[in-house]
């Protein structure tokens, strides 16, 4: 880590030339409607008839069942190819069923090539070393489970296109609407010969010697991945619309919200390439390894929808009780409703299989479907938005993914959540004039990597007057990791970079009773613990706030977190808060707000965002939403009043309705259970009553809780419309017309 940083800032990690599409000519692709309008969507093998029947008849409209594989030759080449006679016969009689009953079907195509053609060009195999010995073993019997991984052929190789002509030949054949893939992506180095020779060719460059994100080398090498591998997917979407101009790519994907995938570096796509996928699917697992008992995989079901461009994205649970893959041993059907009511509450459809057996998907399913119409079509309401930085996790954190990058975003989220704001989570793509105006703030948590382009659009955002709250290193590298020394956004927030304070040289002593409790593992989480003395600036927001005041009486308050030495800060910009690093007599100052041209900025040296998820203290959640309400000027429209328990979300519908999304996550035997493999797995709910939506200048006509279409009186109260919501067992949809 320290000869990373070392490097950094020596400037010896220089930007690898472009060979990715810049983000400012990248277009994704547009869904077609009824992928848009899929909101009951299923797993089915094809024979099952009666399962079909069943699911349609609740309201699912999209079935994914099990395809062929790819065979060869092609059909135009030999018409006596194609897939065997008594599968094609299968297939064919259960997607017709599946039509009869007004399902849309998406095949899952196996990611394997055909036997003769690994045989046939040994030099396209992926090579995870540079040895030619491994072409050999294209002479094994590839067909046994041990071997059949040597045929995920590159698809940057001929084979790619080869792929492509065989996936059109199986749509036109078994008039299916989409597929899926599960495994279609790059790998994170290749030494074949094939590519090799391409890359030479393509880039005058010899492929790295090994995978290292420190090297420019490899970075150039990982982006030229990235781009071979969107360019196979636009052309497969085009061949497909070709033969079906409703045709969709409903398939898995690695970089949308999955914890695990969170942690994964090098990436084996880029995070934009979800804008060529028409409906992006994460497996969506939930055991203790995926922190399911966390905000973690709300989170990811809100990041799926966010890196399909606001679209639409998919979360399938994995129903996994304590960790045992892909079993539902004792899984309470309950469990799984709320699970996937709450992926829904973030905009994230929920295809389901039979996991947690027949009797408890059928309940699921019909729990989405009498709210599908409040799920369908729709667009968060801008007020703040949220960069989930893919440059910083790949290129700054591929160290310590969740310290150095994804506790800061799952801090901001649960901040959100609690406090009832509506936080849009974005990407790098969106980073642009036209969607930054429509939002009041903009929160950049431990953005660290930010290209100059995007540095600009950001101060030209704010000094236009809007928001801004940013944390810890924001801005210090460009957008591949390479260190500049000093913030970008140094103007921004009237200080510069001092770097890491030294680790306090003593530990101060425990009570005994607490000692004999700990382990080493106690102290390394205390690297930067210390005391927040909000006091000296008495007039500061924070200061003020009486919230903060009632859960800071003293106004000094404890943390851990990360943190940076800011050099001081300059106005217009003013001090909001010291930090005393515990065990030594030098604080200084760990916060200020102030304003840039016609915006307000909170720039935070601590990392109270992290901590809030890893490490938190109710005032910390207070002291972000405080600094993000008073950069935004304008409360939103709609105050929630409602338990932490209770998460919600905001959204325009057809540009007619907003609609609100309430979901209770309570979970009635939480904290019982050893806390480091816990998960949910709840039985019941506890109906939250008395909730209220208050309406500040919002004109309707009239509202409707959903389901049940009920409705709802307002009472006018002080120039608000406040509105009370019926109890909320697990989920309800406010309609506002």
Not at 234 to 255: F, M
Not at 325 to 354: I, K, W
Not at 375 to 391: D, G, I, M, N, T
Not at 678 to 685: C, D, G, I, N, V
Request: charged content about 20%.
């Amino acid at each position: 880590m320290f000869r990373y940083l070392l490097l950094l800032c020596s400037g010896l990690l220089q930007s690898p030339p472009e060979v990715l599409t810049p983000d400012s000519k990248f277009e994704g692709v547009e869904p077609p409607a009824w992928v848009l309008d899929g909101a009951v969507k299923v797993f089915l093998p094809l024979e099952d008839l009666k399962g079909i029947e069943e699911t349609s008849a609740i309201g699912a409209t999209i079935l994914h069942a099990g395809g062929p594989s790819p065979y060869y030759p092609l059909r135009r080449d030999d018409p006596a190819s194609g897939v065997p006679e008594a599968e094609r016969t299968k297939l064919l009689a259960g997607i017709a069923h599946a039509k009869k009953h007004g399902m849309r079907v998406i095949l899952g195509v196996s990611p394997y090539a055909p036997v003769e053609i690994v045989r046939q060009h040994p030099e396209w195999m992926h090579h995870a070393t540079d040895d030619p010995a491994i072409a050999q073993k294209a002479q094994l019997d590839l067909t046994t489970p041990e071997n059949i991984g040597l045929r995920s052929l590159p698809l940057n190789t001929p084979y790619g296109e080869y792929a492509i002509e065989c996936l059109a030949e199986m749509m036109k054949d078994f008039g299916v609407d989409g597929f899926s893939f599960d495994g279609c992506y790059h790998h994170a180095i290749n030494f074949s010969p094939y590519e090799k020779e391409l890359y030479r060719k393509e880039t005058g460059r010899e492929v790295p010697t090994k995978i290292d994100l420190n090297s420019a080398d490899y970075k150039h090498y990982l982006l030229w991945a990235d781009e071979k591998l969107e360019q196979w997917y636009r052309r497969l979407g085009q061949r497909l619309r070709e033969v079906n101009p409703e045709a969709a790519i409903y398939t898995w994907t690695t970089n949308a919200g999955r914890y695990g995938h969170f942690l994964t570096s090098p990436r084996v796509m880029s995070a934009r390439m979800n804008r060529l996928i028409h409906c992006p699917v994460q497996e969506w697992w939930l055991d203790e390894v995926n922190l399911g008992a966390t905000v973690v995989p709300y989170f990811g079901a809100a990041y799926v929808r966010a890196v399909s461009g606001g679209r639409v994205g998919a979360s399938e649970p994995y129903l996994m009780s304590r960790g045992n893959p892909y079993s539902a041993d004792s899984f309470p059907s309950h469990e799984l409703t709320v699970r996937c009511l709450g992926a829904m509450t973030n905009g994230s459809f929920t295809p389901l299989a039979q996991m947690a057996g027949r009797d408890a998907t059928y309940a699921t399913l019909k729990e989405i479907a009498k709210r599908k119409d409040t799920f369908v079509r729709l667009q968060q309401e801008p007020w703040a938005a949220v960069l989930v930085s893919e440059q910083t996790r790949q290129y700054y954190a591929h160290g310590n993914i969740m310290e150095r990058w994804l506790s800061h975003a799952l801090g901001v989220y649960r901040m959100g959540m609690e406090e009832h704001l509506p936080l849009t989570l974005i990407t790098e793509l969106d980073l642009k004039p036209e969607t930054l105006r429509r939002h009041r703030v903009l929160i950049l948590p431990n953005a660290v990597c930010l290209s100059d382009e995007q540095v600009q659009i950001i101060r030209d955002y704010v000094n236009g007057g809007g928001g801004l709250v940013a944390t810890c290193e924001t801005s210090l590298c460009d957008e591949q990791g390479n260190s500049r020394g000093d913030f970008a956004l140094k103007d921004l927030f009237g200080t510069s970079y001092g770097g890491r304070p030294a680790a306090a040289q003593s530990r101060p002593e425990l009570d005994v009773n607490f000692a004999i409790v700990i382990n080493d593992n106690y102290w390394a989480q205390r690297a930067n613990a210390g005391a927040f003395r909000f006091s000296d600036y008495s007039d500061s927001i924070f200061a003020t706030d009486p919230a903060m005041r009632k859960l800071v009486p003293g106004m000094q308050a404890s943390f851990k977190g990360p943190l940076i030495r800011p050099t001081g800060f300059q106005p217009p910009m003013k001090p909001a808060f010291m930090y005393f690093p515990e065990g030594s007599r030098e604080p200084f100052p760990a916060g200020a707000v102030g304003e840039f041209g016609k915006g307000r900025v909170v720039y935070l040296a601590a990392g109270v965002d992290a901590a809030n998820y890893s490490y938190a203290f109710p005032y910390q959640r207070v002291l972000l939403s405080r600094a993000v309400q008073w950069a935004a000027r304008e409360k939103y429209s709609i105050d929630v009043k409602a338990p932490m328990c209770v998460q919600s979300t905001f959204w325009k519908q057809d540009g007619k309705r907003l609609i609100v999304h309430l979901w209770n996550g309570l979970n009635t035997t939480s904290d019982h259970g050893q806390q480091d493999v816990e998960t949910p797995l709840r039985e019941e709910s506890i109906a939250i009553h008395g909730i209220e939506l208050r309406l500040s200048g919002v004109k309707f006509s009239q509202v409707r809780c959903e389901p049940g279409n009920i409705p709802l009186t307002a009472r006018r109260e002080f120039g608000v419309d406040v509105i009370t919501v019926p109890p909320v067992e697990v989920h309800s949809a406010i309609v506002i017309e």
